[in-house]
């Protein structure tokens, strides 16, 4: 009888260990709409671990904060109320303060580049720093910049008095320290806030910004490489902990650094399609800075690294070793900004 049903399984293509394997239903959850780049990646990752699992892990993605707020995603995943989601670690100022040097302005130049060379240095520091959940991968989308609906923001000093809402917690310290007021709210939220006059600009990527509805709410755009967001997929870890050896390792092998890389390119190349997007509209102006502006901006934004520091120091961190290992990732896979 054994044999029998052993032959049957083998005629199906079922080997035993698959046989014997408990299937999962993965929740994959994240926060923006189902139109953006995310959404894709999201599925290529989930067909992937189902495709190397033979169907016994299989998924379904839940986009534009179905299971929750943006700001809710990573103790949501600790919590099981998903399985994988997405997360920007800069929503919760202090939490996790090591990510955030690859927030600092003018570090990364590329998406996937940037994305590979901030998941290489992270990994280990994602086992202290998100230790409550299985941490996946980190990556990056283009350097982006100042969007604004009543001015043109040129200088550093033309912060002063507005009103910002910051990609992260980086940003939100830059407008503060440069005399502006922080409006904090999720990307699904910006446009709504700009339009009723609560914020008056916004760090945003580019296509994101056609995306979201935000073009029609600004008008001014500088275009400069000013910062980038850091992001994660992370996963919830007694899912992981009640999977076989096998399934696992199905996991383990799309969260690495190369995966980073194929998250963070197609997202990539989608914002910077954003610029001739938002150049083709009318009412629009999209502006360079000259030399020495940028030079004002960076030196503008010299006193983040200490901050970035100090909060790295209260955690029991180096911040002057771990900017140096992102900086000497970043050269490695050619995303340091000059």
């Known amino acids: 009888m054994r044999k029998t049903f052993l032959a049957l399984l083998l005629a199906a293509g079922v080997t035993p ?14 926060w923006v709409p189902a139109s953006h780049p995310l959404q894709k990646a999201l599925e290529d990752w989930g067909t992937a671990v189902e495709k190397e699992t033979g169907g016994t892990v299989k998924y379904k993605v839940f986009p534009a904060q179905q299971l929750g707020k943006a700001f809710d995603h990573y103790d949501m995943a600790r919590d099981g109320i998903a399985d994988v989601t997405y997360i920007n670690p800069g929503y919760q100022p202090g939490r996790f303060p090591i ?69 992260h917690a980086t940003m939100a310290n830059f407008v503060t320290q440069l005399g502006g007021t922080n409006v904090q709210s999720s990307a699904p939220e910006v446009r709504d806030i700009i339009e009723r006059g609560v914020a008056d600009a916004v760090t945003f990527p580019w296509g994101s910004v056609v995306l979201f509805g935000i073009d029609k709410v600004t008008k001014y755009h500088i275009e400069a490489p000013i910062y980038v967001t850091t992001f994660a997929f992370v996963m919830n870890k007694d899912k992981y902990n009640q999977m ?14 190369e995966a980073a890389g194929r998250v963070g390119e197609p997202w990539g190349k989608y914002e910077d399609a954003g610029v001739e997007k938002i150049k083709a509209l009318q009412g629009h102006e999209v502006y360079k800075l000259t030399a020495e502006q940028t030079a004002q ?3 503008a934004a010299e006193p983040l690294v200490k901050t970035w520091g100090e ?11 771990a900017l140096a290992e992102l900086k000497a990732s970043l050269t490695k896979y050619n995303a340091l900004a000059q």
């Open 17 to 30: 260990a698959l046989a014997q394997e408990k299937t999962f239903e993965l929740k994959l959850s994240h």
């Open 99 to 167: 990510i955030g040097a690859g927030e600092l302005p003018f570090l990364m130049s590329d998406a996937k580049g940037g994305s590979m060379a901030l998941d290489a240095w992270y990994r280990k520091y994602a086992e202290k720093e998100m230790k409550d959940v299985k941490f996946c991968l980190a990556f990056i989308h283009s350097p982006s910049t100042f969007h604004s609906r009543l001015k043109k923001i040129v200088t550093p000093e033309d912060i002063k008095g507005m009103k910002i809402r910051p990609a």
């Open 297 to 299: 901006w960076k030196k």
């Open 244 to 257: 076989s050896d096998r399934q696992k390792k199905a996991i383990d092998n799309n969260c690495t650094t």
């Open 311 to 321: 909060g790295v120091k209260k955690n029991g961190g180096d911040p002057d070793a």
